[in-house]
Each structure stands twice: as structure tokens, then as C-alpha cells.
Nanobody, 127 residues
């Protein structure tokens, strides 16, 4: 069982930055691929970024490439999402998720590939 707790959300002006953190419980964190998803009101929960359990591979949605960076610190059981050049359309609740069973280079993009989810953190970007 893995429990995930996100933090770092808030209100920021367009062009600003935020760093989200997701702290995981459990001794097997380093064997899970980790991902970030987001859900705006009335919208589907969409893939944002994923990182392999080795930390050596990452994958991004086209809408955030070049602006967002996912990273992880397995010693701290934490995954991060650095968000720069934020836009109003980035406004959403951001969720982190953990996927078991991935290969050492796997970066899952589908919601169904993830086994555990956090409660979400709100990110609001004002224009």
C-alpha cells in the first residue's frame, strides 16, 4: 500500500512558477513509476508528466513540454513537479499517482496504469 500526499499548490500570476511535491509512504517507493495528472472543472483528468522508477526517463504532455519538469528523490520518497511559465490554462487540481509493475524505464501515461492516487492540490493561474 502506498499513500501519496501532494503539496505546493496555490495562486500564481501568469508567467510565474510553482513547485509541487508529492510525499509517498512505504518502503517500495523506488520501485514505482510516478506521474502527475491534472483535472480542470468539468474536464477529464489528463496526463501531465511521468518519471520512471529509476529516475532516468521522463515523459510529458505536449502542453507542458519545455515548461514543466518532473523529478524524484528516492531517498526522500518524494516526487516533484516544477512548473514554470505558468498559463491560465494550467489551472486545475493536480494529482500525483504511483504505478507498480513498470519497467525501470517505464513512464506510464494512462490513468488506468496507476495504482495509487493522492488527494490533489489546487493550482490557480491568474491572467
Amino acid at each position: 500500500q502506498v499513500q501519496l500526499v501532494e503539496s505546493g499548490g496555490g495562486l500564481v500570476q501568469a508567467g510565474g512558477s510553482l513547485r509541487l511535491s508529492c510525499a509517498a509512504s512505504g518502503r517500495t517507493f523506488s520501485t514505482y513509476a510516478m506521474g502527475w495528472f491534472r483535472q480542470a472543472p468539468g474536464q477529464e483528468r489528463d496526463f501531465v508528466a511521468a518519471i520512471s522508477w529509476s529516475g532516468g526517463y521522463a515523459n510529458y504532455a505536449d502542453s507542458v513540454k519545455g515548461r514543466f519538469t518532473i523529478s524524484r528523490d528516492n531517498a526522500k520518497n518524494t516526487v516533484y513537479l516544477q512548473m514554470n511559465s505558468l498559463k491560465p490554462e494550467d489551472t486545475a487540481v493536480y494529482y500525483c499517482a504511483a504505478a507498480s509493475g513498470s519497467s525501470w524505464y517505464g513512464t506510464p501515461v494512462g490513468k488506468g496504469e496507476y495504482d495509487y492516487w493522492g488527494q490533489g492540490t489546487q493550482v490557480t493561474v491568474s491572467s
